[in-house]
């Protein structure tokens, strides 16, 4: 098939993935315009915070719904937010924004159990566990954050439902700059992620949609995973769509003993135990060990749980634009694949199929082709 007629066929079913995106991931736009009104509604409780305040007096002093506004300065604070309908809301004024400094004593930036939360204009930084999680919350409005160097996860929803990650830039994370676990129903779009171990991981999560993100400079780009020990075993239904993945080439530098710490370096795009993925229209390029892999999860790793289904199942590589990658493999790689590809495989699963232009450099088991229903 010459790149011409694989992209003509990819494109036909690239023009149906809007009608065919799971009702989880349309509920999630239909809460954001929801939310719009209501977080600009004249009679909302408004409290201002100067630099001279405390944000989490304001947060405590403020009636569910409120919309808590900060002025720019730093505030060395550890947030946290458990009443319903808070949003958080950063007054960016030229290149001055607010700024969360945990100084690399603190835990969390903010912690969000109230549903739902909105938080965006802030740059969020030095924190020794995690940047903005949210656990448990139905409805997740995070945009326009600027997240650095807090820990092991940037931005960080969990056991959560109908969640928006938009606009927002996040790096040097020890794990993922941006992370959905255990969740249902997310969009994580137009978003910066670079120098992280992962740039975006989607784990144990149902009904993601990854779109048009610039994800460069990490360990390895985008992941769509299932692992052990988790209360949602599976993963379900991931769109990865116009990302560009570029020269994620970076040595780990995350904890040994996790499974995202033993990732090789030069990873574009990543499927491993997650069922249902489609992987349509990204830019993969300049990867040194593969562009695309799609694989298992290990042995030892499956064997901690046995209820979860470790293999890679229905996983469709629609067209995408690969190029540069795997010239250079890790060692891992090279050992088990005999060097490095633009799409890799390694033969387990069923279901899983591509339509790479012939051009595309292929590693591990063959790909049967993509058939449309």
Request: glycine share 16%; charged share 20%.
């Given at each position: 098939m010459t790149r011409t007629e694989a992209r003509s066929r990819t494109r036909a079913r690239g023009r149906t993935v809007a009608a065919r995106l799971p009702a989880a991931v349309v509920r999630v736009a239909a809460l954001v315009a929801a939310a719009a009104p209501l977080v600009a509604a004249s009679d909302r409780h408004v409290v201002r915070v100067a630099p001279s305040g405390s944000i989490q007096e304001a947060i405590d002093a403020a009636p569910a719904g409120s919309v808590v506004e900060v002025e720019p300065g730093v505030y060395h604070e550890a947030l946290t937010v458990d009443r319903p309908g808070i949003v958080l809301r950063g007054l960016v004024r030229g290149d001055a924004r607010p700024v969360l400094d945990g100084?690399?004593?603190?835990?969390?930036?903010?912690?969000?159990?109230?549903?739902?939360?909105?938080?965006?204009?802030?740059?969020?930084?030095?924190?020794?566990?995690?940047?903005?999680?949210?656990?448990?919350?139905?409805?997740?409005?995070?945009?326009?954050?600027?997240?650095?160097?807090?820990?092991l996860y940037g931005v960080?929803?969990?056991?959560?439902?109908?969640?928006?990650?938009?606009?927002?830039?996040v790096t040097r994370i020890r794990d993922a700059g941006i992370y959905v676990g255990e969740s249902n129903g997310a969009l994580v779009a137009h978003n910066e992620v670079h120098r992280n171990v992962a740039g975006i991981e989607i784990e144990n999560t149902n009904d993601a949609l990854v779109r048009d993100n610039l994800v460069y400079d990490n360990t390895a780009g985008i992941l769509v995973f299932v692992l052990p020990g988790k209360v949602q075993k599976e993963g379900l239904r991931t769109r990865v769509v116009r990302n560009f993945s570029l020269r994620n080439d970076r040595d780990n530098f995350g904890d040994p003993e996790s499974i995202v710490g033993k990732l090789p370096f030069g990873i574009g795009l990543m499927v491993m135990g997650a069922d249902d993925t489609e992987l349509v229209d990204n830019v993969v390029k300049e990867n040194r060990s593969a562009g695309i892999a799609v694989v298992r999860l290990a042995e030892d790793q499956a064997a901690k749980d046995p209820a979860l289904e470790p293999l890679s199942d229905r996983t469709r590589i629609g067209f995408n634009y690969v190029s540069g990658n795997g010239v250079a493999p890790h060692p891992t790689i090279a050992r088990a694949y005999g060097g490095g590809a633009d799409v890799m495989w390694d033969g387990t699963g069923s279901g899983n199929c591509e339509d790479l232009a012939d051009a595309a450099t292929r590693g591990g088991a063959p790909l049967a082709r993509c058939v449309d229903a």
């Open positions: 100084r690399g004593e603190l835990g969390d930036g903010v912690i969000a159990s109230g549903s739902p939360f909105a938080m965006s204009g802030f740059e969020v930084r030095h924190y020794r566990g995690n940047g903005v999680t949210t656990q448990g919350v139905d409805g997740v409005l995070l945009s326009d954050l600027v997240i650095d160097d807090t820990g960080y929803p969990v056991q959560s439902r109908n969640i928006e990650i938009t606009h927002c830039t």
